[in-house]
C-alpha cells in the first residue's frame, strides 16, 4: 500500500466524522452563518501556516498553497476591516508540526480539504450567489487547478515516504483532522 492509499484509509473514518460535524448546510444557509464558518477557517489557516510553515520542507512548494490571504480578501468582501480580520481568535493548539514528515501529514489533511471545498463552493455559489471575486475564494481555492495540485502533492508526498517517517506523516494526518474538527465545529 502507498503512503496516499494508507492516509485515505487511516484518515477515512476521521473525514466522515468531520463532514458530519462540520454542519455545513446550516452554516452556508444565511450570509452571517457563512462569514462566522470563514472566520473559524481563517483562525485555523493563520496559525498553521505559520507554525507549518517553520518546518515545511520546501518554502516555494508551501507558499504556493497558502489559503489564509483568500479567507482574508473573502472576509473583506463580507464587510471585515483589514484590522478586524487581524485580530480573529487563532487556533491553539495545534498538532506538533516540528519535521518535514509532520508538516506533510498535516498538508495532506489541509489539501485534501481543497477536494471538498470545490464542492461546498457550488454550494456556497447556488445559495449565496458568492464567486471567487465576492466572496468564495477560499472554497475556490486553486480554480481549475484543483486536481494538478492535488497530484503534484501526492507526488511531494510519494517521493518523501520513507518507512522511517511514514508513522509520523499518518500520526500528524490524524491528530490534524482532531484539531481542525475541535475548531471548526465545536466553535462558542
Ligand atoms: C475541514 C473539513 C474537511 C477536511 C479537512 C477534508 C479533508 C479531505 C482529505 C484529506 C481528502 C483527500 C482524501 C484522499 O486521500 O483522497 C478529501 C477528499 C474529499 N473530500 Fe474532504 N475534507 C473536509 C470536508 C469535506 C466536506 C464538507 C465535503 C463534502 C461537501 C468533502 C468532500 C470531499 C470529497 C468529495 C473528496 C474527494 C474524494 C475522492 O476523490 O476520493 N470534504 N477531503
Redesign the pocket.
Known sequence: MTL?ER??LE?GPA?ER??TA?D?DRRIATRDGYRDLLIRFYGFHAAWEEAAGAAAPDRDFFERRCKTRLLARDLAALGLEEDEIIRLPQCDPLMPLHSSAAVLGSM??????T???A??AR?VERRLGLDAGTGCAYFRSYGRDIAAM?KQFGSVLLEASSPDTDDVVVAT?RE??GV?HDW?CEAP
Do not use: D, P, Q, R
Request: glycine share 12%; no cysteine; proline share 0%.
Open positions: 496516499l492516509l485515505k484518515t473525514h468531520i463532514e462540520m455545513l495532506y489533511v489541509v489539501e485534501g480539504s477536494l471538498g471545498g464542492i461546498i454550494e492535488w494526518a490534524t483532522f481542525m471548526l
